[in-house]
């Protein structure tokens, strides 16, 4: 009987009739039978294991770390190209194309008023400086010159009519309109603030002073300068001679005023100064500038 219950033991364990005489095929058997068998793990494992696979470096991955060299690269790429994303100054536009221009009327509305406003009221202050170092240099333009003399040149042409008109007492065979004054005007207002600032431009130059101003800044000031003409201009329709001559002597004092506290420090800088020269200069400034006003009122009210 026992002998029986051992083979029928061994035709279940071994039930494809494996040889189980040599001790190669007992040992397979044997851990095959282990691999097969349930194992308890207990509760209380130790966690360390668990957060070291936690932290553990991750795998490296070559494919994502080619992408990222080569968007580093392009971004590097990019940056000399656009100079590290800041902006690239712009070529300086060609002397005949209109965006030349643009950089001399680039100026704002409260800008010119007060361009306006100070070209007749002389104020030297040595901390501020001058009218051309306060309100000029910073920003010189052609916009504000250009307006007030195409205003100055339409206000004289018309209220210069206006004025013969109440003198005639508005008789048609005595008064007509004279075109010619409006030609003569601007003639007259363009070669003023265009020539004058020519001639100090160049005067200055010639004698070598050490404090100038440029050309253009010199034009500025000039245009601003005759911004006063334009009230006294709808003054003179009042046909009173006493009135009239007496706004032309205080509107060329102030702006005339202005202009030589400007240029007063330029003459001053000529390295071969003298007395007459200096005095000269500033009294020809003045005089000019009051003689383009008393031209206008003789001629044209």
């Not at 253009?216 to 300068?225: D, V």
């Amino acid at each position: 009987m026992k002998a029986n219950e051992d083979s029928a033991i061994l035709e279940i364990e071994n039930p494809t009739n494996v040889d189980i005489g040599s001790n190669e095929s007992l040992e397979s058997i044997t851990s095959a039978s282990q691999l097969l068998q349930f194992q308890d793990f207990p509760r209380n494992t130790d966690t360390s294991t668990v957060h070291s696979s936690k932290n553990a470096a991750p795998k490296f991955n070559a494919t994502a770390v080619a992408v990222d060299e080569s968007v580093s690269n392009d971004e590097e790429e990019s940056d000399v190209l656009l100079g590290s994303g800041q902006k690239q100054p712009q070529p300086v536009p060609a002397f005949w194309e209109l965006s030349y221009f643009a950089q001399y009327f680039d100026v704002t509305t409260s800008q010119v008023l007060s361009r306006i406003v100070y070209s007749a009221l002389p104020h030297k202050n040595k901390s501020s400086g001058n009218y051309i170092e306060r309100h000029i240099q910073s920003n010189a333009d052609f916009y504000g010159p250009f307006w007030i003399n195409v205003t100055l040149i339409f206000t004289i042409a018309i209220f210069g009519n206006i004025s013969d008109y109440l003198r005639s007492e508005g008789e048609a065979d005595v008064w007509h309109y004279d075109f010619h004054k409006l030609g003569l005007a601007a003639s007259t207002v363009f070669t003023y603030t265009v020539c004058v600032p020519l001639f100090l431009w160049f005067f200055f130059w010639f004698r070598g002073c050490i404090l100038t101003y440029t050309l253009f800044e010199m034009m500025c000031a000039y245009g601003y300068s005759i911004s006063i003409y334009i009230p006294i201009a709808i003054l003179w329709i009042i046909n009173v001679r006493l009135i009239q001559y007496s706004s032309v002597i205080i509107g060329a004092l102030l702006s005339g005023s202005v202009l030589t506290l400007s240029f007063a420090p330029v003459v001053q800088s000529d390295p071969a100064k003298t007395f007459k020269t200096s005095y000269f200069v500033l009294l020809l400034i003045v005089f000019l500038h009051a003689l383009l006003a008393f031209a206008f009122l003789v001629y044209f009210f």
